[in-house]
Nanobody
Framework: QVQLVESGGGLVQAGGSLRLSCAASRSIFSFNAMGWYRQAPGKQRVLVAHITNGGATTYADSVKGRFTISRDNAENTVYLQMNSLKPEDTAVYYC?????????WGQGTQVTVSS
């Protein structure tokens, strides 16, 4: 069973920064890609950022230029650096691993941005 453990969430003022981490219980090379999603209260879960095994990245338009996804293969960890945070970034952030036949989710970490 794959485990994904997120950390790094918290409360921050608008304009501030946070770095989320997602530690996997096995090599992240075993997955096709990794991603971060978020879900705000009363809204659907949406993709924030995605990174393939080859390092190609994609971002939601709302976070382009502010968020950066990266991976440390040796540590089996994926990061999401979030800068210039806005109140509308408030959500639970989930790590996702795209496996060969199924996907895996972490438990989520709360990010709250105050105005």
């Amino acid at each position: 069973q794959v485990q994904l453990v997120e950390s790094g969430g918290g409360l921050v003022q608008a304009g501030g920064s946070l770095r989320l981490s997602c530690a996997a219980s096995r090599s992240i090379f075993s997955f096709n890609a990794m991603g971060w999603y978020r879900q705000a209260p009363g809204k659907q879960r949406v993709l924030v950022a995605h990174i393939t095994n080859g390092g190609a990245t994609t971002y939601a338009d709302s976070v382009k230029g502010r968020f950066t996804i990266s991976r440390d293969n040796a540590e089996n960890t994926v990061y999401l650096q979030m800068n210039s945070l806005k109140p509308e970034d408030t959500a639970v952030y989930y790590c996702f691993a795209e496996g060969r036949t199924r996907g895996y989710w972490g438990q989520g970490t709360q990010v709250t941005v105050s105005s």
